[in-house]
Nanobody, 115 residues
Framework: QVQLVESGGGLVQAGGSLRLSCAAS????????MGWYRQAPGKSRELVAS???????NYGNSVKGRFTISRDNGKNTIYLQMNSLKPEDTAVYYC?????????WGQGTQVTVSS
């Protein structure tokens, strides 16, 4: 079992920055890839950014150049640095951890960007 706990969401003005954190616990050695996903009202969940156990990163087209995913293995934590935020970035952001058998999800954290 894997547990994921997100933190760092909140309200920010357009153009501002936020950093999200996701702390993993449990059988974290089973995780191949961790990532951030988001879901806005009325929309499906989409990939924001992911990072593999080999530190290969991948970003959604809408956040490239503005968001950065990173990890601290010593703290079993991944981060999402979000800069130049736009109102369309408003969503619930979920941390996901992919193992060979399933995807684990955190509870989500709200990010609201005001114009």
């Amino acid at each position: 079992q894997v547990q994921l706990v997100e933190s760092g969401g909140g309200l920010v003005q357009a153009g501002g920055s936020l950093r999200l954190s996701c702390a993993a616990s449990g059988t974290i050695s089973s995780i191949n890839t961790m990532g951030w996903y988001r879901q806005a009202p009325g929309k499906s969940r989409e990939l924001v950014a992911s990072i593999t156990s080999g530190d290969i990163t991948n970003y959604g087209n809408s956040v490239k150049g503005r968001f950065t995913i990173s990890r601290d293995n010593g703290k079993n934590t991944i981060y999402l640095q979000m800069n130049s935020l736009k109102p369309e970035d408003t969503a619930v952001y979920y941390c996901g951890g992919l193992t060979s058998s399933r995807m684990y999800w955190g509870q989500g954290t709200q990010v609201t960007v005001s114009s």
